[in-house]
């Protein structure tokens, strides 16, 4: 099966594309395979695989991993969601800036975001189902986000009234985070 990469304007954030075959019994397709990941420059080792399933209007994030860093493959199996990926790297040419694409089951479109960059959604459909494998385990120790309508990435997120965690509604403005000197773990 093929694999298709689409680059996006942020360096190391892609778009991956896997062939889908479809009869009148279903669809089937390879979802991850680590011989062709590594030969499109996509990782390939992943060490923990997540599964949330959130309801219309619900946004989570933005949220990110310093130690052990984490990158994420997202993908939404079912329903539709907004994925988010901004950058947090100091010295990037796109820090502050945010990547966003639309997947949703019929789609089926995958997004990675390496470690340094925050990431996010929310649920456009009554309900969606998101999963995303990582390159990192999880350590509550060394994280943390960026609140997901600071004015200063120019995120325009297709919900009105998001439902929010309490951890994210006092989540901090990326200046506050730049401020951190945990921010130094994440250098272009």
């Known amino acids: 099966m093929q694999v298709k990469i689409d680059k996006t ?6 778009v991956v594309r896997s062939e889908v075959f479809e009869d009148a019994r279903g669809f089937f397709t390879e979802v991850y395979r680590q011989d062709q990941f590594a030969e499109l420059g996509v990782p390939s080792t992943f060490v923990q695989f997540n599964h949330s399933g959130s309801v219309r209007n619900v946004t989570r994030g933005l949220h990110f991993q310093w130690e052990p860093p984490m990158g994420k493959l997202m993908r939404v199996t079912r329903g539709e969601a907004f994925l988010v990926a901004v950058d947090l790297r100091k010295g990037s040419p796109t ?11 019929h789609n089926r479109l ?5 470690a340094g960059f925050a990431r996010g959604f929310c649920v456009l459909s009554e309900f969606a189902e998101l999963q995303y494998l990582c390159t990192g385990t999880y350590s509550n120790k060394a994280e943390s986000g960026i609140r997901w309508n600071d004015p200063a990435l120019g995120i325009d997120w297709p919900v009105k009234e998001p439902i929010l965690s309490d951890k994210d509604q006092k989540a901090q403005t990326l200046a506050e985070w730049l401020k951190r000197p945990e921010s130094d773990h994440f250098k272009y």
């Open 110 to 114: 995958q997004v990675f975001a390496p």
């Open 9 to 14: 304007p942020f360096r190391d954030v892609l």
């Open 95 to 105: 820090l502050g800036k945010a990547f966003t694409v639309v997947a949703n089951d």
